[in-house]
């Protein structure tokens, strides 16, 4: 059964200051996703990561994927205020099938 | 180009009775799958159809069942509700099996 963990759950930041947001997930995947959750809201796609050593950028937000070690980073530079949100990685183990989320990283950006 | 579209927005039930869900595709997408959404939980896959068939299921009890209408848009229906099925239940769509889905705004069951 395919695992994503997440880590942190909980980031609290200050503004303008930089940090990382870790997924590791179990086995391997065709691809893997970053979501924003807004509360009450539903998800909204960030990025798309469909190979080995993707790199995708926008804005002040960055997400890479290593499949060799099941990991992706989503890079946060330079925080606001308005990037305080619920992210989610997500893991497509083959092309089509489900999404296996993992928990959820709760980011408050501090003035 | 309409995207993905759920109704009803909200909805309260009581514990033991019924519920349909409704999910409109994006126009040209042919697969959808259903999640569910705890509070404070990532959410989980509950199942998927293509082209009518449902083609994948998650850890769910068969009182979740579903449809895929020929127009491509779906419903998920919960029989015997229970506490524990209060949630955001969310729909996405996609084009065949490759491409990236596409979620709705969700449905927020509250079971009492």
């Known amino acids: 059964e395919l695992k994503v963990e997440q880590n942190p759950l909980f980031l609290s930041m200050q503004e303008g200051k930089n940090y990382t947001i870790y997924c590791n997930y179990s086995?391997?995947?065709?691809?893997l996703y970053w979501y924003r959750q807004d509360p009450g809201k539903s998800l909204e796609s960030l990025f798309v990561?469909?190979?080995?050593?993707a790199v995708k950028q926008e804005g002040r937000l960055m997400a890479s994927l290593d499949t060799k070690a099941r990991l992706s980073t989503l890079h946060i530079t330079a925080a606001v205020h308005d990037l305080s949100a619920t992210y989610f990685c997500?893991?497509?183990?083959?092309?089509?099938?489900?999404?296996?989320f993992g928990e959820g990283t709760q980011l408050t950006v501090n003035p | 180009e309409t995207g993905v579209t759920q109704s009803p927005t909200h909805l309260i039930k009581t514990r033991g009775q019924q519920v349909t869900l409704r999910c409109s595709s994006q126009?040209?997408?042919?697969?959808v799958s259903w999640y569910q959404q705890a509070l404070g939980q990532g959410p989980q896959f509950i199942f998927q159809?293509?082209?009518?068939?449902?083609?994948g299921r998650g850890n769910f009890p068969p009182r979740f069942s579903g449809l895929q209408f020929p127009n491509y848009s779906s419903e998920l229906n919960v029989n015997a509700l229970e506490l524990d099925d209060s949630a955001l239940y969310l729909c996405?769509?996609?084009?065949?099996?490759?491409?990236?889905?596409?979620f709705g705004p969700g449905t927020r069951l509250t079971v009492t």
């Open positions: 086995t391997t995947s065709d691809r």
């Open positions: 159809y293509y082209r009518e068939e449902e083609n």
């Open positions: 126009s040209g997408h042919n697969t």
């Open positions: 997500a893991v497509e183990e083959t092309s089509g099938s489900r999404l296996t």
């Open positions: 996405a769509s996609r084009e065949n099996w490759e491409y990236e889905q596409y």
């Open positions: 990561l469909l190979s080995n050593g």
